[in-house]
T-cell receptor, first 114, second 116 residues
Framework: KQEVTQIPAALSVPEGENLVLNCSFT??????LQWFRQDPGKGLTSLLL?????REQTSGRLNASLDKSSGRSTLYIAASQPGDSATYLC?????????????FGEGTQLTVNP | DTEVTQTPKHLVMGMTNKKSLKCEQH?????MYWYKQKAKKPPELMFV???????INESVPSRFSPECPNSSLLNLHLHALQPEDSALYLC???????????????FGPGTRLTVL
């Protein structure tokens, strides 16, 4: 059974700092991995999707990497801003043809202090 | 348009009420999902519809009844709920791939449900 772990569970940083959020998964037979952001009481916003054949994806100040063989992904946030404060969730999708279930991590709650 | 909409935003209901949650997307996606999320926990999958047919039911109690009237709409009918069913209910959609795989999921803002 796939298990996804996110470390740390919570992180507080001063504005302007570069930071890394970690996601690890136990079964490397994934199809893709998706990073989400969730503000309190709101839905999930998709940030980046990395296919299993890719090593990284970039969107603005965000960069996500994937090392499938070691079961790890990182989300790098450059020059953090107070508006980045939210919970960040990673989710893995099983290998092709195995259905649509996403397995989520518990999330990292990020606070960026002005 | 990469938007999934959900109505209502908030819903308070008694244990004997019948209510429905609605979800709509106009991205042409043919897979739609219902999730339940409790506070400080990740979303839990409830149902998946693929091409308007129910493909996954994660052993959800029968007091939750999904319906997919067409490719853009997804409903969740609620009846005789319990207080522990209070949660944020999220709808999502994605485009199925060519070989049974699934692509990026887009989520709606959710309905905050309180059962008294």
């Amino acid at each position: 059974k796939q298990e996804v772990t996110q470390i740390p569970a919570a992180l507080s940083v001063p504005e302007g700092e570069n930071l890394v959020l970690n996601c690890s998964f136990t079964d490397s037979a994934i199809y893709n991995l998706q990073w989400f952001r969730q503000d309190p009481g709101k839905g999930l916003t998709s940030l980046l999707l990395i296919q299993s054949s890719q090593r990284e994806q970039t969107s603005g100040r965000l960069n996500a990497s994937l090392d499938k063989s070691s079961g790890r992904s990182t989300l790098y946030i450059a020059a953090s801003q107070p508006g980045d404060s939210a919970t960040y969730l990673c989710a893995v999708r099983p290998r092709k043809g195995s259905g649509s279930r996403l397995t989520f991590g518990e999330g990292t709650q990020l606070t960026v202090n002005p | 348009d990469t938007e999934v909409t959900q109505t209502p935003k908030h819903l308070v209901m008694g244990m004997t009420n019948k209510k429905s949650l609605k979800c709509e997307q106009h991205m042409g996606h043919r897979a739609m999902y219902w999730y339940k999320q409790k506070a400080k926990k990740p979303p839990e999958l409830m149902f998946v519809y693929s091409y308007e047919k129910l493909s996954i039911n994660e052993s959800v109690p029968s007091r939750f009844s999904p319906e997919c009237p067409n490719s853009s709409l997804l409903n969740l009918h609620l009846h005789a709920l319990q207080p522990e069913d209070s949660a944020l209910y999220l709808c999502a959609s994605s485009q199925p791939g060519l070989a049974g795989d699934y692509n990026e999921q887009f989520f709606g803002p959710g309905t905050r449900l309180t059962v008294l």
